[in-house]
């Protein structure tokens, strides 16, 4: 019985885990591990639960890299997909 509650005490505890701000060398390394360049992985200090990904048009293996960090780290991944700009 005692394991029992210990486990659901754990549990609960895991699942209120909360979001940090993640340096922008740490966010930079991320990028760098997915095959994304430098500045294309950020977060915001007023809602440092969103990991942000700027990226024109990211590979479904970039994008499942990055999701699979967020993930990991409590945060949720907010898809920003630049354009490459007006044709001339």
Not at 39 to 47: K, T, Y
Not at 60 to 79: D, G, Q, S
Request: charged residues 15%.
């Amino acid at each position: 019985m005692k394991r029992l509650v210990g486990a659901a005490s754990m549990l609960l505890l895991s699942a209120c885990a909360t979001a940090q701000m993640h340096s922008e060398d740490q966010l930079n390394l991320v990028a760098q591990g997915c095959g994304l360049s430098f500045g294309e992985v950020m977060q915001d200090a007023s809602e440092k639960r969103l990991l942000f990904l700027m990226h024109a048009e990211p590979s479904r293996a970039e994008r499942a890299c990055i999701y699979h960090w967020a993930h990991r780290n409590h945060l949720r991944l907010v898809l920003i997909n630049l354009a490459n700009g007006p044709a001339s």
